[in-house]
């Protein structure tokens, strides 16, 4: 490629990016920005709508698990208390 040619794709390049810092700047790219943010907003809304709703589900097996395991440990207990009680009768 000739210097010529190069120094005509750098004038062209210079160009297209000032025309593009005007479009992107435009009040109608302002506008498209603005419902972008909006829209991601919302979205985070919902993520931590869900999220909240994640945390509160966990808690509820938590405590479904522990109520579980300390039934199972009485039961425990009582048999063993049943075993110790059949000992002493024989």
Same mark, same amino acid.
């Given at each position: 490629?000739?210097?010529?040619?190069?120094?005509?794709?750098?004038?062209? +390049?210079?160009?297209? +990016?000032?025309? +593009? $810092?005007?479009?992107?700047?435009?009040?109608?790219?302002?506008?498209?920005? $603005?419902?972008?943010?909006?829209?991601?907003? *919302?979205?985070?809304?919902?993520?931590?709508? %869900? !999220? %909240?709703? $994640?945390?509160?589900?966990?808690?509820?097996?938590?405590?479904?698990?522990? /109520?579980?395991? !300390? /039934?199972?440990? *009485? /039961?425990? !207990?009582?048999? $063993?208390?049943?075993?110790?009680?059949? +000992?002493?009768?024989?």
């Amino acid at each position: 490629m000739s210097t010529l040619g190069k120094v005509g794709l750098f004038i062209g +390049g210079a160009l297209f +990016g000032s025309a +593009g $810092v005007k479009i992107l700047s435009s009040k109608d790219a302002k506008n498209v920005y $603005v419902h972008c943010t909006a829209a991601g907003l *919302r979205a985070k809304d919902c993520v931590l709508d %869900t !999220a %909240t709703m $994640v945390q509160e589900n966990c808690s509820d097996i938590y405590a479904q698990a522990q /109520e579980i395991n !300390a /039934e199972r440990e *009485r /039961e425990e !207990a009582e048999k $063993v208390v049943e075993d110790i009680a059949e +000992g002493a009768e024989a």
